[in-house]
Every structure is written in structure tokens, then in C-alpha cells.
């Protein structure tokens, strides 16, 4: 196997540093200001291609040794670049930035008719933008949000993926979206989405809400919403074309551009013409190796997985009218190796192909009243193939056993109309239509007549004054496989208590519907006798949420902002499994468990100069379901979250540092064992804290070019230990799987615009 | 295959031969079959669902399959009373306190089912009290206890006829005791007072005399010195602290026992001591041979496979099997798979001495 040696590698890439080369004369003093001519301190004066300068507090700089005329470009923080032509000698120049309102209030989407400052919005929401994404040099989501507070994974290296749990609710309570369209899965629509199934390079950002969004995304979104916010064309007429290639280890095996190690090519493009229509395409390569782990033979601990996204997409907006459509296609292939054996291998390969294709259509019919529709159609397939290969003969056959060849197939549909109406200044409603519908068919599912889910909603937003805005809710559904709740109600509130302190409040019930493996789901064989319950109801919740932003927007030496964050979740008809009453080897699913969910969570993020940094903490509650029954048991059981970036940008070489860490707490539990009498008693259990952080380098070299490089999982970390007895099936036994080993890569994007 | 098919050919020349030699000589024509020396075996478990337990004799290279649901309890035909419950398909007794059928009231077997008590799966922690012992229930224990003498004192018993790997049936309730060196066994449906008296005479060519309740008397295993081990799935049992005496039954579709009541010894050698290969007539004098527990090859030649692990063949170990004719056999499993398919085992084995 092939290990990369980082000290061979960095010496490469800091040859490439500088191979830039300055022409010196002239100087020149100047001073940048903004609009009402106030210093704009610590912007960043640089010659086009030479070097630069920081300006003081007071806005002025000196730039020295040049050759006129000079092409000077200008930034700084919160304020749109400019590039600036001094031809002749100026003994002293004035320079005016323009306010970057992007930058400094972010904007969202997710729960709005449109985009809006994520400042005036009320609705906390997370954002992780591209840039992230580009410093994480990530293959996919999971290496992204995998330092988020809040949100962890577990691995089911069994079938190769991985699931996700937010705010301690499991991924199935999380609704997730691609540009606000449910996506389908191997639960079926929005369960349990296999997050790494989606083209990390498509991603513009990333929105995440916390909370029930059930009233404007309907079931599932209980826990919170993950918005997938994807790359659009340009506003105006040009094109725009970037290829990356990555190569990565994993632990420490690799072998270059194929097989073991991970893979990552990535081709896109987008064209806009002046008449209004756009055209774009994209082609992702994710190879990834595998990792044996802690077999020596032919099987992997961590399954290869060979992924191929494409997407197409094509555009027209002129005057009023906004029609999109995008087609999005994955092609997965997970490949589960046998053991050696003298007579026959038999390996698997999980192959799953999903279409998804969306057409968003927008009318802004007046000042007053805007409309959208959004319909999407996804086919998803998931299938199951076993080949035996006759050590002698060395033939190669499919099997014939029982279950060896399956399939499974989802089709979603969906629609979504909504409507921005402004009644005045102060006061807007959004009516909404949702459709809906879902129908599964597989070779363990039994026969069902799919799942067809209609319902209207309708929010308001009110000014109550400049300071304070409210926006209630209202959701009404009709299912007709389980009985949905009446009407849905939510209640957000956001106070601005000062110019730099807002205040959001929030309530909403929020539900999650039983998906069609649940209610129709049968599995019996040797080791398994599972059975669907087609008369499971919906799970609620009631969820109250609440956060303090603090953000200083004075321009000072040191930018700080602050969230705190706090949570409350009580769920109801909880479903989960059991034993049939009637039949104690069978085990269904019922609505039988309470469930409740509390915690915090504080964030700070400081910039000064070149450096940014992020500290957050969260303490998040689970409810010790044990405890109904024993009032000496803990009701909550709580696990600590610190999570810390880093940002630097390493003077004289002019390369960017980036570092992010977590550490996630040990995570305690009860379940019940007996005692030496055979007596059921409660018995405490912990899952293992872990610490995870990534390292990584870019440099631009060039306009068009960035090179990257950098550690991922620092720690070495590989698995983590459980007290617990019992487990799920896939994930159980003691050592639960978390990563494979430290692992490095090397990157380069190519990026071209005009 | 070929192997097998050559051997075949050579054991079949090897007979004619024999008869002609016998023939010209004019003596007796009784033959002795000389054992098999190598052979490759491809056990006829019955697919997927490993209907059948098989049992094997490795000097003629034979294999009787048996479906494991045709019986329902097997007398012991030693100087010993006991009687076995089926295993092959995870059955359970459950001992009451009452020796008349009629006094057994159906709110107690409806709260018996309704808990789950004989339910062999890894939720019951109690279920190891309801199963014969899984090495040696002759010697260790049965569910069904002692078997008294007297009708008067016998308990009755609920019995879970098995529905690991087969179809479920109705719940019985039987009743065994012997009259001299008879067994006999009562039994009826669970709700009903009518019963059936049977009775087992012991037959000492055999290790048990086998029985069903719709069948009466059935043939399952060949005669006690026809065979070697059996293939089946069954009731092991797997030490778990949280259960009853530390001890967890459950059910495990690739179990392999030797006939330990008929004679046949066993011993695992490990391939970091001395090869396959490389075992020979030699070594075997340094083996310690076991010949009272049927577990001792077990479920050994096989790792259960994991949370990311199929089930495989352990490639670290071989066994040696003593028959009682003082045949030495040394025998390694080669796959647990026939076209990917379960329960169609495969082995070889070959003649040390």
C-alpha cells in the first residue's frame, strides 16, 4: 500500500509559493473610507499579481516600490472589492468601499417565499456556505457537517452507509431538502436519507433550522430541516466553468487515481445568454476504496463505494416569469466482499440509482403578490445483487439463495405551490398547497397502495413595529395511509432588542408519519421476524426553541458575534419497535413511547486581522425512557458537545489555514439487563466521547487555480466503545465504527468565469 | 468432484475386485468394505432454510438427510430412562405442577404464552431451564427431567414443539413415565382432555428411539454405529451474564455433533500446530480425543460473522474423528455455501490410520 508522506508533499507545495515574482518602484499613501466617508481600518491593499499592505485603524496605508501605472485591488471585510487604475504618480489617493450586503447579513431561504437576510428572518437558521465547503475539501456532506454541533453520525458499515441524528433525534425526524424538494431514500421519501448520496460540489450552501418546520414542510421535519441550497447560474449573461480533482487517503491506504484511497473528480459548468435563458451541467466521480480495517483477506470493514452524480439544468427567466428545471442523477455501487473460502466467494453489491426532476416555476404577478411552484419526481431504486465465483472452476454466477437478489423501489412525487402576498408594509401572507405522494414497491414490502399525502398551509408575517415581528402558522393535512394530526399550528417571533441583540422565540408541533417500511415493511427469515404495522399514526411534538444573536456591526479591529441557543422537545407516539402482544416472537412497531429532547447551545464566532475563530458548546438532553418506570433513574440524560474553527491566513506565503474540531461527549444511557436472579433490573451504559479535527492549506495561485491540502481525522480515531448489550442489528456490538484511521489529501480546483 | 468421482471408481474396482478374489477362493462371500480414504463431501442440508439434519458416515461415505420437524421426542435406549425433546427444531418443556391433563387450566398456558417464557430467542433470558442441555443431555440434564415410575407422580408438561427453522404447531401437553423398562408417554392437545397413551421400547441398535406425535414411532437416525456426526441446526447455548445460570439457549442453524453415544471421538487441531497437510497417522497418539460432549466441533468450524461480517468457515482449524471401528479421520469444512445458498455445507476428509 502507498502512503502518502506529508513532508515530502508540503516542500512540493511550498515551491509552488513562490513562484511569483515583484517589480519594484514608486510609493504612494492613501486612505480607504466608506460611503459617509467614515475610515474603513484594516483593509487590505494589494498591487494586481505583486504585494500588498494593511491600512491602520484609521483607514491609511502607504504602498511602496511599484511601477506606475499601478492596478491596486482593495478589501476588506464586509465591503465589496474594487480594483483601482492609478496611472500617474498621486501623492495621496482616497478610496470609497461600497458595503457588501451579502456579506454582512446572510441570506436564507429555507421557510420563505424568497431569499432574505438571515438578520430579518425569523427563523435561526445555520448556514454553511460554499466557501466552508471548499476549506473543508470535502467528498461529501457527512465530512461537513461532521464537526457541527448538534448533529452526529453513526456508520452502518454493513450496508455501507451512514445516518444521521440531530439535536439527540434520529435522521428520520430530519427533513431533507434540495432546494427545498423532499428527497427520497431507502425508507422511502425524506426518512432516514442517506446524506452522502448528494453532490457535495453542487452545494451553494447548506441552511439548517432547528425545530419543527412541519407547518411549511409537512411530516418528518420534527427534529429540524437540512435545506440543500444548490449552484445557480449567474445573474447576468457569462459562463462559469471549474473542475476539481482530489486524491485522499484513507487511513493509510491509497494507490493513485484508482482503487484503494478516495477519488473525487468533479467537472461543472453554467452559461448564460443575454436572452434570458441558462444552461447548466455537472459530472461528480466519488471513488472510494474502502478500508479493510481489521480484516486481512478480501473483505472491507469500510465498503468501497463507487459513486457517479450528474446534473443537467436549464433555465429561463424574462420579465416576471422564472421557469427551472434540473435533472439530477446518482448512480451508486457499494461492494460487499465475501470472506476467502476454498470453494466459493460470494460477494454483494448495493446499487442504487436515483432520478430527481424538479421544475420550479416563479410569477412575481405584481408588487403586491408573488407565486411558485415547485414539482418533483424522483425515481430511486435500490438493488441487491450476490455473485458467487466457484473457486475452481473460477465461474461466476448469480445466486440463487433466498433474498440474494432484491430490489426496492420508491417512487415520490411531489408539488408545491406557494404565494408571497403583501397586504401592506408591515404585514404579508404565503398561502400554500403541498402534494405529496409516494408509493413503494420490494421484494419485503407488502402490498400497499402508497402513500398519497395533500395539504394547504398558510403563514403570516406582521411588523408589529420596526422591532418586532411575528409569523403564525397553519397547517392541515389529510394522509391517507395513517391518520394525520387535525391542524398544525406554529408561532415564531423575532425581537430586535438592539442593534446588535435579536430575540427569536419560537413554538410548533411538529409531526413525523410512519414511512411505508414501517407500515408495510415484513421481513421473516432465520434471524429476522419483523413485521409491518399498517395502523401506526403519526408521531408529534411539541417543540419550543429560542436564541439570542449578538453581532457587533461596528467596524472595530475585532468583528465578534454570539448565538445562544435553547430547546425543548416533547414527543408523542413515539413509534418504535416492540413485541406483538399477540405473538412474542414477532416484533412490530408501535406509537407506545414518550420522548423529549432539551439542551443549549452557545456559539461564538471573532474575527480580528487575519484570523477567525469559532468556540461553541451544547449540552443536549435525551429522555431516559427507564425512568417512567424507575423514579431513581436520571430523567434526562445529557451529552456535552465543543466544537472549535480555526482560520489564518499565513502571512508572506499567502496561504489560508483552516482547522476545525470536535469533541463529542461520552453519551450515557440505561437499558435493562437482569440480575443474577434473572430479574429484569436497569443497568447503565455509555456510548464513548471522540475527538475529531481536520486540517487543511489552500493557496490561489493564479486567478483560476487553488491548491489544497491538508489531514482529516487528526485524531486517528477508528471506533468508539458501547457499554450497551443490545444494539441495532447493523451498528451493535461493542465497537461502534467512526472513522478509518488519519487520513490525507491533495487537491486542486480549476475555476474560470467571465 | 473429480477427486470424489476418481476415489469412487477406485473403492468400486477395489469391491470387484474383493469379489472375484473371494469368488475364486470359494470361501464365505461376506465383504469387507474397506473405508473410504478421501473424499469431498457436499452436505444435503436442504438449502436456505436448513430443513434437514444430516447425519454422516465418513468410512462409506454416506449422508442421511432427515427432515428435523418428523419427531417430537427421542427415548434413550441405553441402561438409562431419558428422553430428549426435538433440539433440531428449538423445542421447549415447560414443567407444571399438576399430574392430571384436565387439571391443567388454559388461563395458565395463555399466561405462559402471552410471557414468553418459551420463546427461545435472546429476549428470554430464562429459556436454557426449558432445553435439554446442548452437549451431553443424557448425562447433564433434559427438560423432561427424571423419568419416574410411577403415573401418579408425573408432571405434566407443556411442550413447544419447535418452530426455529419450521413450521409452528399447536402447543401439546405430555406426560412421560416407565412401567418396567418400558417408556411411556401421554399426550394431548393443549386445550384438550382427550389424550393418547403410547408405548417405547427401547431398541439397542439404536441411540434413540424416535417419536411423533402424528406419526407414532419414526426413523431418524441410522443405527448407533452408522454414522459419525450429524449436521443440524439446534439449541446451543452461549455463556451471556445476564441470563438465568449465566447461560443463554439459543438457536444455531450449523451445529455439527458427533455420535458420542455411539462410540465416535473428537478432536480439533489447530492449524497453527500442525498442518492439515501435514497431519498424519503420526500425531494422532498426542490428540486428546473427546467423546462426551457433541459441542467439541459444535459450531467451532465456523465464525458467526458480525455486524459488517458475513458468517465464515475458520481456515485456523481442522478436526480428527475416531469412528468405532478405529477408523482416524482427519476432516476440514470447506464452505458454509453451495451457490451462495445456505445450508448446503461442504467438507473433505481423508484417512489418517
Not at chain 1, 316 to 327: P, Q, R, S, T, W
Not at chain 1, 423 to 451: A, K
Not at chain 1, 699 to 721: A, E, K, Y
Not at chain 2, 302 to 324: C, F, H, L
Request: aromatic content about 10%.
Amino acid at each position: 500500500m502507498f502512503r502518502i508522506n506529508p513532508n515530502k508533499i508540503s516542500l512540493t507545495y511550498f515551491l509552488l509559493l513562490y513562484l511569483t515574482v515583484d517589480v519594484f518602484a514608486g510609493k504612494i499613501h492613501g486612505k480607504v473610507e466608506d460611503q459617509e466617508g467614515n475610515p474603513v481600518p484594516f483593509a487590505i491593499i494589494q498591487e494586481e499579481g505583486g504585494t500588498g499592505t494593511v491600512a491602520d485603524i484609521q483607514g491609511q496605508f502607504v504602498l511602496g516600490d511599484f511601477e506606475y501605472p499601478v492596478q491596486l485591488k482593495v478589501k476588506a471585510l464586509g465591503y465589496l472589492p474594487v480594483s483601482i487604475r492609478v496611472s500617474d504618480k498621486a501623492e495621496f489617493i482616497h478610496i470609497i468601499l461600497q458595503e457588501d450586503i451579502s456579506q454582512l447579513d446572510e441570506v436564507v431561504v429555507t421557510g420563505n417565499f424568497e431569499a432574505q437576510s438571515a438578520r430579518q428572518s425569523v427563523y435561526q437558521v445555520r448556514i454553511i456556505d460554499k466557501e466552508l465547503i471548499q476549506k473543508r475539501a470535502a467528498g461529501n456532506m457527512q465530512e461537513v457537517l461532521n464537526t457541527e454541533l448538534g448533529i452526529r453520525f453513526s456508520q452502518d458499515n454493513a450496508l455501507g452507509s451512514s445516518n444521521l441524528e440531530m439535536l439527540g433525534m434520529a435522521g428520520q425526524n430530519v427533513k431533507v431538502l434540495i432546494d427545498g424538494v423532499p428527497m427520497v431514500g431507502r425508507q422511502g421519501v425524506s426518512n432516514e436519507i442517506n446524506i452522502n448520496q448528494i453532490d457535495i460540489n453542487q452545494i451553494e450552501k447548506i441552511e439548517i433550522i432547528e425545530g419543527p418546520m412541519s407547518v411549511m414542510y409537512g411530516a418528518d421535519a420534527l427534529a429540524g430541516v437540512i435545506n440543500i441550497i444548490t449552484k445557480k447560474p449567474g445573474g447576468t449573461k457569462g459562463y462559469g466553468l471549474s473542475a476539481r480533482i482530489q486524491e485522499e487517503t484513507v487511513g493509510n491506504e491509497y494507490s493513485p487515481v484508482s482503487g484503494a484511497g478516495n477519488h473525487i473528480r468533479n467537472l461543472q459548468g453554467q452559461y448564460r445568454t443575454g436572452g434570458g435563458w441558462s444552461f447548466g451541467g455537472a459530472f461528480t466521480q466519488n471513488r472510494f476504496g474502502g478500508w479493510k480495517g481489521r480484516f486481512t483477506g478480501r473483505q472491507f470493514e469500510w465498503l468501497p463505494r463507487h459513486q457517479d452524480l450528474a446534473n443537467a439544468s436549464l433555465g429561463f427567466h424574462k420579465g416576471i416569469l422564472e421557469l427551472d428545471y434540473a435533472l439530477d442523477l446518482l448512480d451508486e455501487r457499494i461492494f460487499s466482499f465475501g470472506p476467502e473460502n476454498r470453494i466459493e466467494h460470494i460477494d454483494t453489491e448495493f446499487h442504487t440509482t436515483r432520478w430527481m426532476h424538479r421544475l420550479n416555476a416563479r410569477v412575481d404577478a405584481s408588487d403586491r403578490f408573488k407565486a411558485a411552484v415547485q414539482t418533483s419526481f424522483t425515481d430511486y431504486s435500490r438493488e441487491t445483487v450476490t455473485w458467487i465465483t466457484n473457486q475452481r472452476t473460477s465461474e461466476k454466477s448469480l445466486s440463487n439463495a433466498p433474498n440474494a437478489q432484491a430490489s426496492l423501489q420508491y417512487q415520490g412525487f411531489t408539488l408545491r405551490a406557494t404565494g408571497l402576498w403583501s397586504i401592506s408594509e408591515t404585514f404579508n401572507l404565503q398561502p400554500g398547497l403541498d402534494i405529496n405522494t409516494e408509493s413503494g414497491v420490494g421484494d419485503r414490502i407488502s402490498s400497499n397502495e402508497g402513500i398519497q399525502d395533500y395539504a394547504v398551509f398558510l403563514s403570516g408575517e406582521l411588523s408589529l413595529s420596526d422591532k418586532v415581528k411575528i409569523r403564525p402558522g397553519l397547517r392541515r393535512t389529510y394522509n391517507s395511509a395513517y391518520e394525520a394530526p387535525p391542524v398544525i399550528p406554529s408561532l415564531n417571533m423575532k425581537w430586535k432588542l438592539s442593534e446588535s441583540l435579536d430575540l427569536r422565540v419560537a413554538y410548533a408541533q411538529g409531526f413525523r408519519a410512519p414511512s411505508i417500511r414501517e407500515l408495510y415493511f415484513d421481513f421473516f427469515d432465520a434471524s429476522h421476524s419483523i413485521r409491518g404495522n399498517p395502523d401506526l399514526q403519526a408521531e408529534t411534538s411539541h417543540s419550543f426553541n429560542g436564541s439570542l444573536n449578538f453581532s457587533r456591526k461596528k467596524k472595530s479591529e475585532v468583528i465578534y458575534s454570539a448565538v445562544l441557543t435553547g430547546f425543548y422537545n416533547q414527543v408523542s407516539n413515539q413509534i418504535s419497535y416492540g413485541i406483538d402482544p399477540v405473538d412474542p416472537r414477532i416484533t412490530t412497531l408501535f406509537n407506545l413511547e414518550e420522548f423529549r429532547t432539551a439542551g443549549g447551545m452557545l456559539n461564538h464566532q471573532v474575527r480580528y486581522r487575519d484570523f477567525s475563530a469559532g468556540l461553541g458548546l451544547s449540552r443536549i438532553g435525551r429522555y431516559n425512557r427507564l425512568s417512567a418506570d424507575d423514579f431513581n433513574l436520571p430523567e434526562m440524560l445529557f451529552t456535552t458537545e465543543i466544537n472549535a474553527n480555526l482560520d489564518y491566513k499565513v502571512p508572506y506565503i499567502d496561504t489560508y489555514l483552516s482547522f476545525f474540531y470536535k469533541y463529542t461527549g461520552r453519551l450515557p444511557g440505561f437499558e435493562m439487563g437482569a440480575n443474577e436472579q434473572g430479574e429484569a433490573i436497569p443497568r447503565q451504559i455509555e456510548l464513548e466521547g471522540f475527538h475529531w479535527a481536520d486540517l487543511s492549506l489552500r493557496r490561489d495561485i493564479g486567478n483560476h487555480l487553488q491548491v489544497q491540502l491538508g489531514v482529516r481525522n487528526l485524531f486517528d480515531l477508528t471506533s468508539i466503545q458501547s457499554t450497551a448489550n443490545t444494539g441495532s442489528a447493523h451498528g451493535g456490538g461493542p465497537q461502534r465504527p467512526m472513522g478509518y484511521g488519519r487520513s490525507y489529501f491533495a487537491g486542486i480546483t480549476y475555476q474560470l468565469s467571465k | 468432484m473429480k477427486k470424489n468421482n476418481t476415489f469412487r471408481q477406485g473403492a468400486m474396482a477395489l469391491i470387484v475386485a474383493g469379489l472375484i478374489a473371494s469368488c475364486t477362493e470359494n470361501d464365505a462371500p461376506t465383504v469387507e468394505v474397506p473405508p473410504v480414504e478421501d473424499a469431498f463431501m457436499e452436505i444435503q442440508g436442504g438449502g436456505a432454510s436448513f430443513p434437514n439434519s444430516v447425519f454422516v458416515n465418513l468410512s462409506s461415505e454416506i449422508q442421511n438427510s432427515v427432515r428435523r420437524d418428523t419427531w417430537d421426542l427421542a427415548f434413550y435406549t441405553g441402561s438409562e430412562f431419558k428422553v430428549l425433546i426435538n433440539g433440531t427444531t428449538g423445542a421447549m418443556a415447560y414443567g407444571t405442577e399438576v399430574e392430571d391433563f384436565q387439571d391443567l387450566e388454559i388461563e395458565y398456558v395463555e399466561k405462559l404464552k402471552a410471557e414468553g417464557t418459551l420463546v427461545l430467542d435472546f429476549n428470554n433470558m430464562n429459556s436454557i431451564l426449558y432445553v435439554d442441555d446442548p452437549k451431553n443431555p443424557v448425562a447433564n440434564g433434559t427438560a423432561l427431567g427424571t423419568v419416574l415410575s410411577s403415573e401418579s407422580e408425573a408432571k405434566v408438561f407443556i411442550y413447544e414443539r419447535g418452530n426455529s427453522g419450521a413450521e409452528e404447531k399447536p402447543w401439546k401437553k405430555i406426560k412421560v413415565f416407565r412401567s418396567g423398562d418400558l417408556y411411556i408417554v401421554q399426550h394431548a392437545d393443549i386445550d384438550s382432555e382427550d389424550y393418547t397413551t403410547v408405548e417405547i421400547t427401547k431398541d439397542t441398535d439404536f441411540n434413540f428411539v424416535y417419536f411423533s406425535f402424528e406419526s407414532g414411532k419414526v426413523e431418524v437416525e441410522p443405527k448407533k454405529h452408522e454414522w459419525d456426526f450429524v449436521w443440524t441446526a439446534g439449541t446451543s447455548s452461549t455463556p451471556f451474564p445476564q441470563a438465568v445460570n449465566g447461560t443463554l439457549g439459543y438457536f444455531f442453524q450449523d451445529l455439527v455433533y458427533h455420535n458420542i453415544y455411539g462410540g465416535v471421538q473428537a478432536a480439533v487441531v489447530m492449524e497453527s500446530e500442525i498442518s492439515y497437510d501435514e497431519f498424519s497417522d503420526a500425531n494422532v497418539n498426542g490428540l486428546t480425543f473427546n467423546s462426551d460432549d457433541r459441542l467439541i466441533i459444535g459450531s467451532s468450524w465456523r465464525s458467526g460473522g458480525g455486524p459488517n461480517s458475513g458468517p465464515a468457515i475458520r481456515e485456523d482449524r481442522y478436526y480428527v474423528v475416531r469412528d468405532k471401528n478405529e477408523n482416524v479421520y482427519k476432516l476440514r469444512f470447506l464452505s458454509l455455501t453451495s451457490g451462495g445458498e445456505r445450508g448446503r455445507p461442504s467438507l473433505e476428509y481423508s484417512l489418517v490410520k
